[in-house]
Every structure is written in structure tokens, then in C-alpha cells.
């Protein structure tokens, strides 16, 4: 699995294309290391594997957030009462910067 086959949850996202931007640069690696004797073949099923678990999880929950309008706006809510969860959860979604109440750009 690499390139466009390297597979994405939700198109909304665009994520996929990066996906298979960055899985095929590492297949390419692999390959490399493969006809030098440094890496076997069966060892980039687990590469990929460990590629894609995260950001896989990461676009699964963001959907299901999207589809599910009263759970998303209960996990705002709660944002709001445990600021420092949220700018965790945030971080580990790829949030780089939130918009202020004000309409103004927060980082």
C-alpha cells in the first residue's frame, strides 16, 4: 500500500493526497534500502502500517465529529470549561491556530 492506494477516510479532509505523497517518497526509500541489502521486502507492510495508523484515527474521529453535530458541540462545550484538553486534542488533530471569539486569529 502506497501512493494513491495508501487509502484516507474522508475525502472532505484532503488529507489523501498528502498520504499517498508521503507514503510514496517512503516506498521509494524502502525500495532503496531493499536493493542495497539494508531492509526486506516484508518489512514495509509494517512500515506503512505504523504510517498510517495515526493519521487514519485521527481522520476517522474528525468525521465522526462532523456527522454528529450534538456531540461536537458538546465536545466544544467542553473545551471550554478544560482549556488545556482541548488545546491538546487540538494539537494532536493538527490545530495550529483556533479563531478568538472576537473574529481575530489565536495561536
Same mark, same amino acid.
Given at each position: 500500500m502506497a501512493g494513491d492506494a495508501f487509502g484516507y477516510v474522508e475525502p472532505f479532509t484532503g488529507e489523501g493526497i498528502g498520504w499517498a505523497l508521503a507514503s510514496g517518497i517512503a516506498a521509494a526509500d524502502h525500495a532503496q534500502r531493499v536493493l542495497c541489502g539494508g531492509a526486506a521486502v516484508r518489512a514495509w507492510e509494517r512500515t506503512a502500517r505504523r504510517m498510517s495508523a495515526w493519521p487514519h484515527a485521527r481522520c476517522a474521529s474528525m468525521a465522526l465529529l462532523v456527522r454528529a453535530p450534538r456531540v +461536537?458541540?458538546?465536545v466544544l462545550r467542553a473545551g471550554q470549561y478544560a482549556p488545556m484538553v482541548a488545546a491538546r486534542m487540538g494539537r494532536a488533530w493538527g490545530?495550529?491556530?483556533? +479563531?478568538?471569539?472576537?473574529?481575530g486569529v489565536a495561536r
Open positions: +461536537l458541540a458538546a490545530v495550529q491556530r483556533t +479563531l478568538s471569539m472576537d473574529g
